[in-house]
């Protein structure tokens, strides 16, 4: 069973940085998009960054500039690095890839 495993998230204080990691065991990550979503409490799952097979990225509009999204080919791992983070940023951060979601990863910004 193929599957997305997320990591790399934890607390900060605004203005700091963090690096989310999403690894595929299996082979999706060659074959499609793979996207970065989030979800604050209270509110519905909201798109935050994608990444093609070619490395074609887009991002919403809340994280453009201060988000980037990269992938390890060689690593099967894509990377969701998250500057000058914001207390509005907060939330459970998950990876999609064709019809498979990772368990998410906490992120929360507070001073």
């Known amino acids: 069973q193929v599957q997305l495993v997320e990591s790399g998230g934890g607390a900060v204080q605004p203005g700091e940085s963090l690096t989310l990691s999403c690894a595929d065991s299996?082979?999706?990550?060659?074959?499609?998009?793979v996207g970065w979503y989030r979800q604050a409490p209270g509110n519905e799952r909201e798109p935050v960054a994608f990444?093609?097979?070619?490395?074609?990225?887009n991002y919403a509009d809340s994280v453009k500039g201060r988000f980037i999204i990269a992938r390890d080919n060689a690593k099967n791992t894509v990377y969701l690095q998250m500057n000058s983070l914001k207390p509005e940023d907060t939330a459970v951060y998950y990876c999609?890839?064709?019809?498979?979601w990772g368990q998410g990863t906490q992120v929360t910004v507070s001073s």
């Open positions: 990444i093609s097979t070619g490395g074609n990225t």
């Open positions: 299996g082979t999706l990550f060659h074959m499609y998009i």
């Open positions: 999609h890839c064709g019809e498979v």
